[in-house]
């Protein structure tokens, strides 16, 4: 079986550094000292509220804005002035792809493929078959899931190194939000490319990431490999004998919810002994499972 | 082969894949030297990371259900049919067993809360009499 994190790729300079990057927009601090870096070869996958800051953070890494405080590195290049070698090894597809709705799709492909000199052209025409798209018909006409499975092409046909999708699944039916999912598996599985890729659709996330980073109100909360955010992270269930008013005082939990007799503790499970933080409250264990990602990112965005 | 993963379950996604694996061969869905779908196959059609499928065929590796021959793929190992075969044998046991109650006029939710009950009942005999040894 193939290993594709050998040791010499995981000692490797990585794809993409980010260190204690930060952004304001007026009064807002949309990114707060935020230090990241994506290996070759993964799908690390970038997850938070709306204005969180992940695209703020993709911006960058585009080279579309300037870090204001800190450094971005991608290929090793600062992207802000190597444009053009940066982004001839980017796709990216956004949340509402800007295409230009007077084009024919045709004219949009051949239009796209001037800028990268490695397009592939069967492999173009081979997604266009698979998704129904109509060369002739205009950018404007096409449905929004078209539209976005047309952005996609145009971000995975020239065979990016990297290829970035801030929040591409945003009001997609469940069968273009596959379509997007099974371009990120076929990018990796191409030796050596990377995905980064931003959701807030948690379980998209959790399927196809590698590497996970949140983001809440600008700061990274959490950024660790999804394998190791899952290894760390119990849901347990807890009844009392007596109600409580107040959430129970659980030592080392990330957070504590529930009502009455029955409380949710989300915790470290590699830290706490569960049977003895249940014993020494008083209260049996109703429920002790893996927590889902959906439930990690809520319990951490609520710690302040 | 049909194996649908649920990623909102909580349960990590290659933890479902071995679950899933385990049973298509106990059931011989899967059968004896079979050779399982590639890593990049099994990924592209699940929809999963790569790297999830590596690691469930090196949980099955690591239990003895399949081996990994280099350059050749992963197959079934020979030694988990007895189990297969095993469940085979017990198969018309339980029809007949289900035909009689059925004949009693029972329905699906009976036989299955009987069948519990009977595990469960069996389950504390086997504690308490631990508990006294």
């Known amino acids: 079986m193939r290993e594709r994190h050998g040791a010499d790729e995981a000692s490797a300079e990585p794809l993409v550094s980010v260190a204690s990057l930060s952004r304001t927009f007026g009064s807002k601090k949309a990114l707060d000292d935020v230090t990241l870096a994506v290996s070759r070869g993964c799908v690390f996958g970038l997850v938070g509220e709306n204005g969180a800051g992940k695209s703020t953070l993709i911006k960058h890494l585009l080279g579309l804005w300037r870090a204001e405080r800190g450094e971005v590195r991608v290929f090793g290049l600062d992207p802000v002035l190597e444009p053009t070698t940066v982004l001839g090894r980017i796709g990216y597809l956004s949340e509402q792809p800007d295409l230009p709705g007077w084009m024919r799709v045709d004219e949009l492909l051949r239009y796209t493929r001037a800028f990268y000199p490695r397009w592939d052209t069967a492999y173009a025409t081979q997604l266009l078959e698979q998704f129904g798209l109509d060369l002739d018909a205009r950018v404007k006409t096409l449905s929004k899931g078209q539209r976005a499975r047309l952005g996609l092409i145009a971000a995975e046909a020239h065979r990016p190194d990297l290829l970035i999708l801030d929040e591409p699944s945003s009001g997609l039916d469940p069968i273009v939000r596959r379509d997007i999912l099974e371009a990120i598996i076929r990018t990796i599985t191409d030796e050596g490319r990377t995905v980064i890729f931003s959701s807030h659709l948690l379980d998209e996330v959790e399927r196809v990431s590698d590497h996970v980073a949140m983001l809440h109100q600008g700061t990274l909360k959490l950024c660790a490999p999804l394998d190791d955010i899952k290894a760390q992270h119990r849901r347990i269930v807890l009844r009392f004998t007596v109600p409580h008013a107040d959430p129970p005082n659980v030592p080392g939990a990330i957070r504590v919810e529930g009502a009455g007799r029955e409380w949710t503790v989300i915790c470290d499970g590699s830290r706490i002994h569960v049977p003895a933080m249940a014993q020494s409250l008083g209260a049996s264990i109703v429920d002790d499972c893996a927590a889902s990602l959906d439930e990690i990112f809520v319990a951490h965005a609520a710690v302040n | ?133």
């Open chain 2, 1 to 133: 082969m049909t194996l649908r993963l649920n990623a909102s379950s909580g349960t990590p996604l290659y933890l479902q894949l071995v679950e899933r694996l385990k049973h298509s061969i106990a059931t011989g869905a899967i059968r004896a030297g079979e050779q399982l779908p590639s890593v990049r196959k099994m990924a592209e059609d699940l929809v999963i990371n790569p790297n999830t499928v590596v690691r469930a065929y090196r949980d099955l590796e690591s239990d003895g259900i399949v081996e990994l021959r280099h350059g050749s793929g992963v197959f079934v190992r020979e030694s988990v049919s007895a189990r297969a075969d095993l469940m085979k044998k017990a198969e018309p046991v339980i029809r007949s067993a289900v035909d009689r109650l059925e004949a009693l006029d029972l329905d699906e939710d009976d036989i299955r809360r009987l069948m519990e009950n009977e595990l469960a009942l069996r389950r504390t005999a086997r504690q308490t009499r631990k508990r006294r040894a």
